[in-house]
């Protein structure tokens, strides 16, 4: 088991900036690979950003460019610059082994124009 938990959303202007955490806890030796997806009200859950371990990230290509994801042990980031009012969204940590996928609780991310 993996347990997820995020931090650091907020409400921000359009152009600024804020960094999401996730701790992740539990099995974590087992972890194959970390991201952040996003669920916008009435949409459907999309990929932004997952890291491998040992390989290289992979971006949306909404968010490329904009958006760096990182990890550090047992915590992903997301440090997510020029925000745009359509970035506004529930994020959500993600983990998977070879056989599971574990989704923190979500942090609220909102962008006003």
């Known amino acids: 088991q993996v347990q997820l938990v995020e931090s650091g959303g907020g409400l921000v202007q359009a152009g600024g900036s804020l960094r999401l955490s996730c701790a992740a806890s539990g099995s974590i030796f087992s972890i194959k690979a970390m991201g952040w997806y996003r669920q916008a009200p009435g949409n459907q859950r999309e990929l932004v950003a997952k890291i491998a371990s040992g390989g290289w990230p992979t971006y949306a290509g909404s968010v490329k460019g904009r958006f760096t994801i990182s990890r550090d042990k047992n915590m992903v980031y997301l440090q997510m610059n020029s925000l745009k009012p359509e970035d506004t969204a529930v994020y959500l940590c993600?983990?998977?082994?070879?056989?599971?996928?574990?989704w923190g609780q979500g942090t609220q991310v909102s962008v006003s124009s």
């Open positions: 993600n983990a998977d082994d070879t056989l599971h996928t574990w």
